[in-house]
């Protein structure tokens, strides 16, 4: 079992895992979220919801995570890659894992790759969402 | 090599968005991200904002909606990547252009009136119908 503390080396916190966390999808908050990216209500869950249940859900624990220092004032949001198995339902409860894949600084810089996955009620997955953050020092 | 159907010209979609701080607002109360420099003109300016800058996520989220219309329905999206690479700031007009690069594939540009890209390294791929 995955748990915060389990692999640690030389670079920060990468190879942390935290525990899942589950998120179900509020179809009014998914509606007004697509109304606010131009997206029609009636289309469904909008894919970049995943910002939410997926990225949302998880980046709170690496950013509250004390090992893990991140400085939220000198933090940037830097890449973002979804890809998606299916979007998911509204109303629909789905689980996500937080990963950080790497955890590097150079020239005073710090690179943090964080990665989630996402997956339904049956353990298939929905989402994987790949976050590139700069911390500046 | 034998062409065997109709050769099609590719079909570039493009939206033209302007920036405001109540759409800007209004993300902010969707999607849950109340970090002040979107919100707050004077915190903004403590951090060395201009003012409130949009969210990168805002920004996506419409390359989103331009790349699920162009793709055949947002179910249909299998991968969105992109870059932040410039700050938005209200009143700013981004353009958003999703353009067939193969079977299932988009190349995506977001770039606003000075004619810089806000979005860089962009792309998508869906499923075919």
Request: glycine letters at 10%; one cysteine or more; a neutral charge.
């Amino acid at each position: 079992m995955s748990s915060i503390g389990d692999i640690r080396d030389a670079t920060g916190v990468a190879g942390r895992t935290y525990p899942p966390v589950t998120f179900q999808i509020d179809p009014e908050r998914a509606a007004a979220f697509g109304r606010a990216i131009g997206a029609d209500p009636a289309a469904g869950v909008p894919p970049t919801f995943a910002a939410v249940y997926s990225l949302g859900a998880t980046a709170p624990q690496l950013f509250g995570d004390p090992d893990a220092a991140v400085d939220f004032a000198r933090l940037l949001h830097a890449e973002q890659e979804f890809t998606w198995a299916r979007q998911p339902r509204p109303g629909e409860t789905v689980r996500s894992l937080g990963h950080v894949a790497s955890d590097v600084s150079r020239r005073g810089m710090r690179f943090v790759s964080f990665e989630t996955e996402t997956t339904d009620g049956a353990g298939e997955p929905v989402c994987r969402s790949r976050a590139l953050f700069v911390i500046r020092s | 090599m034998p062409v065997a159907g109709p050769v099609r010209d590719p079909v570039v979609s493009q939206r033209a968005v302007t920036f405001t701080k109540p759409q800007i607002a209004a993300y902010a109360e969707a999607s849950g991200d109340h970090n002040p420099i979107h919100l707050d003109d004077h915190f903004a300016q403590t951090v060395g904002l201009p003012g409130v800058i949009a969210h990168g996520m805002l920004q996506m989220g419409l390359m989103a909606t331009l790349a699920a219309e162009a793709a055949g329905g947002a179910e249909r999206l299998r991968r969105l990547s992109c870059r932040f690479a410039g700050m938005v700031v209200p009143g700013d007009t981004v353009t958003f252009t999703a353009e067939p690069a193969g079977p299932g594939k988009l190349d995506l540009r977001a770039i606003n009136q000075r004619g810089e890209s806000v979005l860089t390294k962009s792309s998508a791929e869906f499923a075919p119908k």
